[in-house]
């Protein structure tokens, strides 16, 4: 059953994100429609429309092109349209986003992209599928930390942030404006620039907020050009001895008596909506898995499965993502799985409307309403985001239109990447059709360790000589295999002397009483290498 629960409209979106990251420079925020999803406008595959979508026309700033994107939109197709700012208003550009009905609005100058996708979906996750109706915290409704955040700043009449405990900025109040350019160099950034989280650690500032209970203030700098030149308080927000957080307020002078206790109170209210919303992402990241599995599994709920994720009757694409083989501790892996699944919910959900992504058994999986082509940009695009840090593999399974068709491309997908998680110096992206060779002999190594088989008589006397002696025929007879009998570029793969090489070789047949002239002996010593012995073979 979805969720009646009501999506954030553009004047919701408008009210909490404006004067600091958007501004509303043409059109109308009414009538409140719920903004059915946000998509990142693709001017070479241009991707389907949600009803009411939220366009980010990234890199969009001829007034020309602008206005034959809002052309070719149908009436209630598009809420509005996000341009960077300044946006480029000519007449053309009015008359078109007036014939279809859409506002444009403005993104501020160093704003990225990627952060005001992921407030929007903050903001528009209220909506997601199975969330039930919303409680009321405090007379607010529970886990909208923007609401929180406005009331908060009613209280002490001054712009607040909310900050988790990495200083990234969960949700900010209105009046923005009457704070310095530090708290507007925040907001843009949507986390404490480095060079402010380094003063206030060495001025002791966050040591003192995880120990005290009551509000901490932080002198401006004297140097203007700094930025930070209003004074500051904040406090920690906690649950037991849990730091969850804090509030940050920019203010003109210290807090009153009555103004204290206010932010003091409000802590308390802050943590329970803190807590909702931790609770809340675990409990959607929980159904989304569920769903997502049922649909990959293809059994009796997938079709089910599918309407709930708003993905039936779509051409998708599956993406498994992963870590490569790792010898870090499972719990740290999972943690890892875990951000880097929610983080590429947030990629998909920002580029391309009504995907899904869940961490289902250790592998992050994706369903994404696109072409093939397509998926691979979009999934070579999250790579370079995350950087080498985290450093995901993805395989990717073809387009699939039906069940048994994402069942099936689900299976590519795990093939691709067992082949990438398993191969050294393999690319960190793949489709099954790149890497089928390889998947085909890790395929026949399963069934020949399943079965017990044995390597050859002749491959069979070249381990034991070679356990027997420490020499390397194996390894020798493998390099020379892989390069066709070319002796310079085999013994040079093993950095030994052609002559030494050719002795090794000829070992290789007296022991193994081999006829490498027979093209059948040939092929069976290297399928037997690579299936039976591939870890006395030599590695790729």
Request: with cysteine; hydrophobic share 45%; charged share 25%.
């Amino acid at each position: 059953m979805s969720s009646s629960r009501p999506r954030a409209s553009l004047s919701r979106i408008v009210d909490d994100l404006g004067a600091t990251l958007l501004d509303l420079v043409h059109g109308d925020t009414e009538p409140a429609v719920g903004i059915g999803g946000v998509v990142i406008h693709d001017p070479v595959d241009a991707p389907p429309l949600p009803s009411h979508a939220l366009i980010l026309g990234v890199g969009l700033d001829d007034a020309e092109q602008i206005a034959d994107l809002l052309r070719s939109l149908r009436r209630g197709a598009a809420a509005a349209l996000v341009l960077r700012a300044p946006v480029p208003l000519t007449p053309a550009v009015r008359a078109a986003a007036d014939t279809a009905e859409v506002a444009l609005l403005g993104l501020s100058r160093g704003v990225p992209w990627a952060h005001l996708a992921a407030m929007l979906r903050s903001l528009l996750a209220e909506g997601d599928v199975g969330v039930a109706e919303p409680e009321s915290l405090g007379g607010l409704p529970s886990g909208d930390l923007f609401a929180v955040a406005n009331a908060v700043a009613a209280l002490l009449d001054a712009p607040i942030t909310i900050e988790d405990r990495n200083s990234r900025v969960l949700a900010f109040s209105g009046r923005q404006d009457e704070a310095d350019a530090s708290r507007v160099e925040t907001i843009l950034g949507r986390q404490v620039p480095e060079r402010f989280s380094r003063m206030l650690s060495e001025r002791g500032v966050f040591r003192e907020l995880h120990r005290s209970d009551r509000p901490v203030y932080i002198e401006p700098l004297p140097d203007r050009r700094s930025g930070l030149t209003m004074l500051r308080v904040a406090i920690a927000v906690r649950a037991g001895d849990q730091f969850l957080g804090s509030i940050w307020a920019a203010v003109s002078e210290p807090l009153s008596e009555e103004r204290t206790e206010a932010l003091t109170d409000a802590v308390k209210l802050v943590a329970l909506h803190l807590l909702r919303v931790r609770a809340g992402a675990d409990v959607q990241r929980r159904l989304r898995a569920d769903l997502l599995s049922s649909a990959l599994e293809g059994g009796a709920g997938a079709h089910d499965a599918l309407e709930r994720l708003g993905l039936a009757g779509r051409s998708l694409v599956v993406l498994a993502v992963a870590f490569r083989e790792s010898t870090a501790d499972g719990a740290i892996v999972a943690q890892e799985l875990e951000r880097v699944g929610d983080a590429l919910a947030v990629h998909l959900g920002a580029v391309q409307p009504r995907s899904a992504a869940a961490l289902v058994g250790g592998v992050v999986y994706g369903l994404v309403p696109a072409t093939e082509d397509s998926v691979v940009r979009i999934a070579t695009d999250f790579l370079h985001r995350v950087g080498d840090r985290m450093c995901p593999i993805i395989g990717l399974g073809p387009a699939a239109r039906d069940l048994a068709g994402i069942v099936h491309a689900r299976a590519c997908a795990d093939r691709a990447l067992r082949v990438l998680r398993e191969r050294r110096g393999a690319p960190r992206i793949a489709r099954l059709a790149d890497v089928q060779v390889e998947s085909l002999v890790l395929e026949l190594r399963d069934l020949a360790t399943a079965r017990g088989d044995r390597p050859g008589e002749s491959l069979e006397r070249l381990i034991s000589y070679d356990a027997r002696h420490r020499s390397n025929l194996v390894e020798t007879l493998h390099a020379w295999l892989d390069a066709f009998g070319d002796v310079a570029i085999a013994s040079d793969a093993l950095q030994v002397p052609a002559n030494t090489f050719r002795y090794r070789l000829r070992r290789a047949v007296e022991v193994g009483d081999l006829d490498l002239a027979d093209p059948a002996t040939r092929f069976g010593l290297q399928l037997q290498l690579r299936v039976l012995v591939p870890n006395r073979a030599r590695p790729d």
